[in-house]
């Protein structure tokens, strides 16, 4: 006669044994996969930086290997800034020439996975990256060689059509670079000026200081960056310009791929938290002559007030 086999009650011993098992399983095991699981890798958010003073302050020989190791550039103190605010990336760093960093901008392989912290908008790169603006930049002003002059008081801004009616001043450009919008759409309506290729930021400055050309354009940050340096080697006139009034905003562009998106998103968000505070706004008037930076104190507290509440910024500045 074989023995019927009776179930276990809620209080019987096998009853205890499974809750054990199954404590035993969550409190260990079944906690420790939890565990794997939540711990995935941080997404890698790589940063391009070019040796362009002011706007990055590195060393080529020794490029940063961590927020901390950032320089006291206008792009540098803002990325900190950021980087601060973004602590579910893995942030690293790669370091571009000039060159190399327009053959990236022109490869779209070679874009994926990097986000470019300063460029300005065109319509390619538009079509291609998500820009988010975070910046003003005082427009181009014209550096002339002292000892020329143009008609009107040192105040009154100067026009490309008289620099043109020149006819024996030499002026440069530098190749296959952005003046900002408003100033390419009236240069591409004159006669072409000679474009440069060259290795350093200001160069063609510094070729006009010692002869080699009347005139070219550049940013006032750059301008002054050469000045507290001491490499300018002469003195130039520098004039504003009629068809250069827009402020270009500066753009952090990333890919248009998910994970560029999702980067996007992110740097979004810091870039508003940021713009409540100081250090944006005192990153680029820090490497302002002074009486520019009076000048601009308004336009670029009504940018970051735009941007801190969620709101395009100002056209222009």
């Not at 919008?181 to 440069?196: C, S």
Request: aromatic share 6%; hydrophobic share 40%; glycine share 10%.
């Amino acid at each position: 006669m074989v023995a019927s086999r009776q179930r276990d009650g809620p209080s019987g011993p096998g009853a205890r044994a499974r809750r054990r098992l199954l404590s035993l399983l969550g409190g260990s095991s079944l906690g420790g996969f939890v565990s794997i699981l939540s711990a995935q890798p941080a997404p890698v958010l790589t940063w391009v930086l070019v040796d362009w003073p002011p706007l990055f302050l590195i060393d080529p020989a020794r490029p940063p290997r961590g927020p901390a190791e950032l320089g006291d550039g206008v792009v540098d103190r803002a990325m900190a800034e950021l980087i601060a605010r973004l602590p579910g990336f893995l942030h690293r760093f790669e370091l571009m020439s000039r060159v190399r960093l327009q053959r990236a901008l022109a490869d779209q392989d070679a874009a994926e996975g990097l986000c470019y912290p300063a460029l300005l908008r065109t319509p390619e790169r538009e079509q291609r990256y998500v820009l988010l603006p975070w910046a003003l930049l005082p427009p181009p002003v014209l550096a002339l060689r002292a000892g020329l002059e143009l008609p009107g008081p040192p105040e009154r801004p100067a026009s490309l059509a008289e620099l043109q009616a020149q006819t024996e001043w030499r002026g440069a450009l530098e190749a296959n670079r952005s003046y900002g919008g408003q100033l390419d759409r009236a240069l591409a309506g004159l006669r072409p000026l000679p474009r440069e290729s060259v290795s350093q930021p200001g160069q063609l400055c510094r070729l006009v200081a010692r002869g080699r050309y009347d005139y070219t354009l550049e940013y006032p940050l750059t301008l002054e960056h050469l000045r507290r340096s001491g490499q300018l080697g002469g003195e130039l006139r520098v004039r504003s310009l009629v068809e250069a009034q827009e402020w270009p905003v500066v753009h952090i562009a990333c890919p248009r791929s998910p994970g560029g998106r999702a980067a996007a998103q992110a740097i979004g968000r810091a870039v508003a938290e940021a713009a409540r505070g100081p250090a944006l706004r005192s990153a680029m008037l820090a490497w302002l002559p002074q009486a520019l930076q009076v000048q601009a104190r308004p336009r670029v507290s009504a940018f970051y007030e735009a941007l801190a509440r969620g709101l395009p910024p100002p056209e222009g500045g």
